[in-house]
């Protein structure tokens, strides 16, 4: 089991929580839970609903749908990122390439601590309007 | 016949105090205004002569500006009630001065006069309206403004026609009309003194905001802002342009009623008369025709009748310069200007963004106002004293500007639809702000579009605005969004459909009640609820038909704050519900725990914190509200329980804080218990921030010594906000002295500790450890600015703070030069050496010379932050000493290893690490 010291260093490196102040960040990470996937593991299967953001601790996991192939994240990546911001249905799957450790921050949680912790909030704005700028630079070019 | 009266004006319980004192303060004030006025005049005309009046035009201007930074500045140390009092009372002992003056006047006497007079009229009028706007919130200007507006009429009536009484009838002379004027002055400020509220007046945040480097700004950085906005810069030019109109035909009025009556208290009894009248008129036009005429001619056409009657006066006194002429003339400017025209300029402004339009709209009262009389002056001027123009040929001067006046005014129209349909769509129309049908016309049919649109949120947000649009047929349309997917569009296509069709309402309402959306059916609820005599017997139907219409029914009770209509059910009535299964059963215990807020019977509380124990979050959540507003202090250890649980946290605060007085002493010892988590400290310090009272102040600062990191940091933005707010420190303030010495002592030991990690401190671990610190470091500029905002104006600290925290260079200096400007020496010095630019050495010199702290070395550093009471820089520093193992790291961890801290021992404890 990591620290909450430990996960806080995991999660700093997440771009929406870069921004967030460590303190609050500690109380996130005091209630994300790890959870442990074999290989060939899915972590969510496409049209799930979205509840929960993954950070990879150990191993790696392939973000896909059917063959097409998004992209593989590996250890101090984060995916499901989205799922913080809207309910929707999981767009595709993810599935573990190796035995993997990861931790999950579930999204109700994230919505009240976001509620109580302004500065998570501002943080997570900032990290956000980032992501759109980037969209809007990219549709552009 | 006063209870008639508050229901016409639709007073609510607590407004009739303060509403019929403002009434009678702005009567008073005006009464004075137009005892003043006429003597003004009259003195002036005959004193200075008629051909000097554009000179006293151009000194008014010249006056608007030191007056008005006087003005701003005392706004800066004082409420707007208590700058209302004073300005009243400084102008009214000025009065007898004036007086004095006026009975040997030399030349400029009457200059000081004219221009005393003039700024005595906006200062007050405006300063009042100010203090109106601050008392009352939105709704309820909307429903009292109007009234205060016929009191100003009326006392402007009663002023110029008291005004001939006194000269004609009781023989008064011009110059004791200053007198009158002095004491009703002094009885208006007697009243506004009264209009304070007992327990200390609403609004004690200074009049105007002192802030470094946003905010209002002054009064040139806000004219920039008018060329945002094409509509605002049509607004200034038809402003300007109407200014200087009147001023002329003010000037030929004037000089024409000078030479027929040669005597100043025949041309002050005249004056009086023409003010009075006049007044009277425009009160009668607003009452009966402004509306109509709105209506009937749009905003545009509304402002058009103004230049249009001006042009007909104009062209009448250039063919017969007579009294008869210019007093139409005159007259028609005086009716129109505050009635008709007045209304219809206020519309102009409603498509502009709110924020726009508070910065800029007091600029252009104000300093067009007086520019465009000062060009207007000069021009006269000019015409008269340069070439000689004879008075009745200015007329053509009148009517040229009359017609680029109403050329203006077809530009103004098509960019005001625009800016309409912009602001529609872009939602900027604050619906409280407009007036029951006024908005007509393009406007109008803005509004009808944006209901056959396509777009969900302009359909709910048009069908908001659709009590202001005027007989327009939108029955139809209405109708056929009763049916609409989005819920919200449903519920407010009902309360639109009860605005045109109460009974049509109610019949849609019935087929509402089994709506899926809670707020559909509890908008049916209210409908129905306002269309029966029978409440009791209403409630009863119901309840019976059904788990849907009941949870609705409930909902509009808990909202209605009625306890004696729950008190006709039996408490065995809810007992079926808490047993409930299925779709509406989860719904109808919130339900239940929200409209048990208000009932006091035992069996009810007994159902509620049954309730409050429900597995399901959202009834919990409900039911601890609603336990709150009991403020049963048996309750209260239970409710500080709940601050640990993360689900129901947030709505024990709530519950908390409803306590108010009661609950301070419970929560400052939550604050200060180190037994508890420091997230229920955090919690608990929130809480005591949410208590609008002196006391809550108080118990936040007295659990401040013992208070570290996150939670000082908290305790202190609460104090902050509460100062903000408008409670006031009590105590003395060496201890807010204090807490800053302290404050500032630790930023300098661990500034110096953090230039030592610079070096040393590696990795993962490192990196992360000289993030808290600089964290620790920004919080703790954050506190000092929060313990000055403890003694100055927070706001302005507030702003202050984050100039020196942010990266822009410019506004940072702002900041610095502000605070020069704002504290005394002993806190300058304290806070300067904290902010300026200096190198590292400098700062630690400062630190030393200062408060004695020296960290030489990365052990002294480490020793330093291994002491510090901040929990989770402990655990941080902890963590990093265990991966990087330096020296004395042994020691160290085994001290961690019994730290009280539990995050601190489990960073000691766990095994391997990142790097």
Redesign the interface.
Known sequence: ??????K???L?RVDVFADV????L??LA??ADEVNVLEGDAVYREGERADALYLVLDGRIRLHQGDRSFGEIGPGEAFGTWALFDEEPRLGDATALESSALLRIDRE?FI??M??HVQIAQGVIRAVSRRLRALAERSAG | MIRRLGAWLDLRPGEGRLTTLLFLQYFLLLTAYYFLKPARDALFLIGAGAELLPAAFVVSALLAAPVAGLYARAGRRLSVQTLTVVTLLVLAFQLPVLYLLLREPAAWVFYLLYAWVGMFGILTTSQFWLLAGELFDASQARRIFPALGVAGILGAFFGGELTRRAVVDWGFGTEELLLAGLATTLASATVALLARSPGGPPTNEPAHRARPSSGDGGGWRNLKLLGRSRLLTLIVALTGLSVLVTAVVDYQFKAVSAAAYPDARALASFLGSVYGLTSLLSLLLQLVLAGRLLRWLGVAGALAVLPAVLTLGAAGLLVAPTVLAATLLRGGDLVLKHSVQRTAREMLFLPVPAELKRRTKVVIDIFVDRLGRGAAGLLLLGLTLGLHVPLRWISVLTVVLLLGWLLLLTALRREYVDAFRQALARRQIEPGELRRGSVTGSAAAAVIAALDGGNDRQIAYALELLPNLRETDTEPRVRALLDHPIAGVRRRALVALNDIDASGALVAARDFLSDENLEVRVTAVDRIAEADDDLPATLRRLFAAGPSARNAALIWLSRRGDPALLGGFAASEFTGLLEESGAHAVEGRRALAYALRDASRPECRAFLERLANDSEATVARAAIRSLGAGRDMRRLPWLLEKLESRPLRRAAREALVDYGRDGLLALRDAVCDPGRSLVARTQSARALGGVRDPEALDALLEALPGARGGLRREILRQAVLLRASGVKLRGDRWRVIDALDDEAARWFSLYQSRRLLRRHAEGDSGALLRRVVDERLRDGLENCFSLLGLLHDPRGLLDACAGVLGDDRRRRGHAVAYLEQLLEPDLRERILPLIDDRDADAVWAAGHARYGTAIRNHGAALAYLAASHDDWLRACLVHHVRVERPEGAAELLSRAALDPAPVVREAAHVAGGFR
């Open positions: 089991m990591r620290s909450i010291v430990e806080v260093i995991l700093q102040p460590t303190e609050p500690s109380v005091a209630s949680e009240d601590l509620a109580d």
